[in-house]
Antibody
Framework: EVQLLESGGGLVQPGGALRLSCAAS????????MSWVRQAPGKGLEWVAA????????YYAASVRGRFTISRDNSKNTVFLQMNSLRAEDTAIYFC???????????????WGQGTLVTVSS | DIVMTQTPLSLSVTPGQPASISCRSS???????????LYWYLQRPGQSPHLLIS???SRFSGVSDRFSGSGSGTDFTLTVSRVEAEDVGVYYC?????????FGGGTKVEIK
């Protein structure tokens, strides 16, 4: 059974930093691209970042490029999202999502985690 | 960026009746490989999204055959043949052909 378990969310002040983790199990982790998708309170879904299976390629939404960094540790079946220079508009539930293949596009997301809440406020 | 537009914003359906949701993309989602990368997700209240339909019309494992997807190019439809109470939530379409991956704004389905 595929499981994705996010952690690391919390309350942080504007300008601060936070590192999210997503621990995966139930599949061969290194063979799948992974993404982070966020959902602001009461709003829709926004793709944030993606990484290929080996970690060799990363991609970002324009709204987070230069501030967020996605990475993975395939020895620990974990994907990370380092979030720096946080803004109030980054407040959201952050979901990690698994791609069915090692492609960032053309695959969609077949499994999602339960999400972790990030609140940016003073 | 590809803009995904869903209609209607919300839907109130009598149990056992059909429901349809439309999704339109600002560019064709037909890839050079011949596949069309349009997905449908359902987010039940208080839960994370889960996959219903891949590549316009392929039901994901375990998804009821009451759900079907259709369309091509830029116009797509999700149809629920007989709505049940467990179908309530927000439905999202998503394009998977170009980065950034983009979602429709969502359609909230409730039961009358």
């Amino acid at each position: 059974e595929v499981q994705l378990l996010e952690s690391g969310g919390g309350l942080v002040q504007p300008g601060g930093a936070l590192r999210l983790s997503c621990a995966a199990s139930g599949f061969t982790f290194s063979t799948n691209a992974m993404s982070w998708v966020r959902q602001a309170p009461g709003k829709g879904l926004e793709w944030v970042a993606a990484i290929t299976g080996t970690g060799g390629s990363t991609y970002y939404a324009a709204s987070v490029r230069g501030r967020f960094t996605i990475s993975r540790d395939n020895s620990k079946n974990t994907v990370f999202l380092q979030m720096n220079s946080l803004r109030a508009e980054d407040t959201a539930i952050y979901f990690c999502a698994k791609a069915p293949l090692n492609t960032v596009t053309t695959g969609g997301f077949d499994f999602w985690g339960q999400g972790t809440l990030v609140t940016v406020s003073s | 960026d590809i803009v995904m537009t869903q209609t209607p914003l919300s839907l109130s359906v009598t149990p056992g009746q059909p429901a349809s949701i439309s999704c339109r993309s600002s560019q064709s989602l037909l890839h050079s490989d011949g596949k069309t990368y349009l997905y449908w997700y359902l987010q039940r209240p208080g839960q994370s999204p889960h996959l219903l339909i891949s590549e316009v019309s392929s039901r994901f494992s375990g998804v009821s055959d009451r759900f079907s997807g259709s369309g091509s190019g830029t116009d797509f439809t999700l149809t629920v043949s007989r709505v049940e109470a467990e179908d309530v939530g927000v439905y999202y379409c998503m394009q998977g052909i170009h980065l950034p991956l983009t979602f429709g704004g969502g359609t909230k389905v409730e039961i009358k």
